[in-house]
């Protein structure tokens, strides 16, 4: 009789587990940061589905067959915005259109910092007159001059989630979202979402205590991404090879890069895994930095829950590692 009644209890918590699931709405999330911040939301209810997985980059990504099928199916839909993901615009007008779409670059409480088009970029510069270390004669912007990769159409950076705080902006967007989409479940999700803001907060104290003995050293990043996490934690990019992914650097570019690598002597020149890593050895090319990866969009890592932890811990480890070598 005991068996039969464990027996019985484990049937009904496994068919209370999967009508939570089938009752849920079909979720689905453009990136792997935000996919990260939606999962912890919905954990314990369902896993939403991501778009752009493994190592691809959304600045290079295009849409699948089986991406397109799920567009059409899903009842919600989370992505940056216009800025990030423009390989999304067209599909969500055609296939979305059933769906409500979170453009959670207009979440409420976000602090947002306007894009930086030069590749090197220095506060004297910037107190001198010169408009946020712009190169006017950069090859690569003048080519490129018209994109409207990695900022919005307000002009802002739209790497958003490179600070906790913004991330913390992001999760009550998604609670919000979600309990609307879902108000069977808005317990849960809000929970989750509270418990989301305490981990953010550890997390946010756990960096700045990391980054502390480095946060004076300047260094080289493949392309600008990184405004919100300089801005957060004090750190110091010196310059960026690239200002968009998307963009080839010319030759005027690589030369300044190069000499300003010179400049700074022994420092750290960082790569990312989705993009070419021989112009980082071209930059640093008879000069004694240091080279190492920063994985802002977290190709590497497994989509998940604990990946926007993962993914924040490994850039200041990262940087902390190959600036204290560097010294």
């Not at 004297?124 to 004669?137: C, K, M, P």
Request: proline share 6%; hydrophobic share 40%; glycine share 8%.
């Amino acid at each position: 009789m005991k068996f039969a009644a464990t027996l019985l209890l484990s049937c009904s918590a496994l068919m209370t587990a999967s009508n939570a699931f089938a009752d849920a709405p079909s979720v689905m999330v453009s990136i792997k940061p935000i996919h990260s911040l939606v999962a912890s939301v919905m954990k314990g209810v369902a896993e939403p589905k991501l778009i752009v997985e493994g190592a691809a980059s959304p600045h290079t990504y295009n849409m699948r067959p089986s991406n397109a099928s799920a567009l059409q199916k899903a009842d919600l839909i989370f992505w940056v915005g216009h800025g990030m993901e423009a390989f999304l615009e067209k599909p969500l007008e055609a296939l979305g259109a059933k769906a409500a779409v979170v453009s959670l670059e207009d979440a409420p409480g976000l602090t947002k910092l306007k894009f930086r088009e030069g590749g090197v970029f220095e506060p004297e510069a910037e107190e001198e007159g010169h408009d946020h270390g712009h190169s006017h004669g950069s090859e690569d912007h003048a080519a490129g001059a018209e994109d409207d990769g990695d900022h919005d159409h307000d002009g802002n950076d739209v790497h958003l989630w490179l600070d906790p705080m913004n991330a913390k902006a992001m999760v009550e967007d998604i609670e919000k979202a979600l309990v609307q989409a879902d108000p069977e479940n808005a317990t849960t999700y809000q929970a989750n979402g509270a418990d989301m803001m305490k981990r953010l907060d550890a997390l946010d104290t756990e960096l700045k205590t990391t980054l502390e003995p480095v946060k004076d050293k300047p260094f080289i990043v493949f392309h600008d991404a990184y405004q919100y996490f300089e801005n957060r934690y004090g750190v110091k990019v010196a310059g960026s090879i690239t200002v968009s992914p998307e963009s080839i650097p010319g030759a005027e570019r690589v030369k300044e890069i190069h000499q300003k690598v010179e400049e700074l002597g022994a420092t750290c020149v960082f790569a990312e895994p989705q993009f070419e890593p021989k112009l980082v050895k071209v930059v640093t090319e008879g000069s004694k930095a240091r080279s190492g990866v920063l994985d802002p969009e977290a190709g590497a890592l497994t989509e998940g829950p604990d990946l926007y932890f993962e993914l924040m811990r490994g850039l200041a480890t990262s940087l902390k590692t190959c600036l204290s070598q560097a010294s």
